[in-house]
């Protein structure tokens, strides 16, 4: 059994927007890293925050 399908729209509690925001972020700079080592390839990647932080991911070959 997999997991159900979530509708794509803004969460109206901020709490919950904060979290899913984290991780998500958390997940996304994962992926960035993984594809980099993975696929020996050059990732960029550039997050701002809704307060206007940012959160940065970036990859160089060896």
Known sequence: MGRGKIV???ID???SRQVTFSK???GLLKK???LAI???AEVG???FS???KLYEFSSTRS
Do not use: P
């Open 8 to 10: 794509i729209r803004r």
């Open 13 to 15: 509690n901020s709490t």
């Open 24 to 26: 998500r972020r958390n």
């Open 32 to 34: 960035a890293k993984e």
């Open 38 to 40: 993975l696929c020996d």
């Open 45 to 47: 990647v550039m997050i």
């Open 50 to 52: 809704s307060t206007g």
